[in-house]
């Protein structure tokens, strides 16, 4: 699961990156704050429910540094997700996550 989770990172990065000077990406140069930021977001038992959250992860740029099983019932499952994030994307994080219909964003930690 990490491992997938790993790649679907490492792929976003290098399409963004592709075809810029010298194939070195331009958020590589930049020295932003960066913060582990935890929250918990809940989704159905249904296929794709925990990806489109994922997906939104690599969209935004962000590093997954751990996610956890929280509870799980016969319909729903609570993750906890830890990711590295520049603290002036906070709001579009949360914005986009709020914005799936598929999940439910529980609570930052």
């Given amino acids: 699961m ?34 582990l930021e ?7 038992h249904t296929p794709g ?3 489109s959250v994922i997906i939104v992860l690599v969209e935004t740029g962000l590093v997954l540094k751990h996610l956890s099983v929280v509870r799980s019932d016969q319909n729903r499952t609570l993750w906890e997700f830890t990711v590295e994030i520049d ?18 964003f529980v609570r930052c930690c």
């Avoid at 935890?38 to 159905?44: D, I, K, R, S």
């Avoid at 603290?87 to 439910?104: F, M, T």
């Fill in 2 to 35: 990490i491992l997938l989770l790993y790649v679907l990172h490492y792929n976003a990065m290098h399409l963004k990156c592709r075809g810029r000077a010298g194939g070195k990406c331009a958020r590589a140069r930049t020295t932003q704050m960066k913060v």
């Fill in 38 to 44: 935890t929250f918990q977001m809940e989704t159905p």
């Fill in 49 to 51: 429910s925990l990806a």
């Fill in 87 to 104: 603290e002036s994307a906070q709001a579009d994080l949360l914005w986009r996550l709020n914005a799936l219909p598929s999940a439910r």
